[in-house]
């Protein structure tokens, strides 16, 4: 295990970063999913930070788990689960939220 990419998200684009190789798009979804065969639902994101009573999310397929939160209550460390269909394998996903870019434009 290890970091398979490195996913960077503005508001005009979001940006793959792979060994090697970097990619954008203005889609998150598509550009994990050209870029590493899956996609993850991101667009879900600011609507898991407003659920702050929650520490379980269920979107598109996937189980978000909010491990870990700020101290302004967002989320910090996510943990996604997508379990195997016919057509896909199954997906486990750590996800680190960087303060420093949080609001970046």
């Known amino acids: ?6 996913l960077s998200i503005t508001r005009s684009k979001a940006v793959l970063e792979t060994t090697g190789h970097r990619a954008e798009s203005s889609s998150p979804e598509a550009l994990m999913q050209q870029e ?3 996609s993850f639902p991101m667009h879900g994101f600011s ?3 407003s659920m702050l009573g929650q520490s379980q999310i269920f979107e598109d397929g996937w189980a978000v788990t909010i491990v870990e939160r700020d101290a302004a209550g967002l989320p910090k460390l996510l943990r996604a689960v ?3 269909t016919p057509a896909s394998p199954a997906i486990r996903l750590t996800l680190f939220i960087d303060d420093r870019l949080r609001h970046a434009s």
């Open 36 to 38: 590493l065969g899956f």
């Open 47 to 49: 609507r898991w930070c």
């Open 1 to 6: 295990t290890g970091t398979l990419a490195r």
């Open 82 to 84: 997508r379990l195997e």
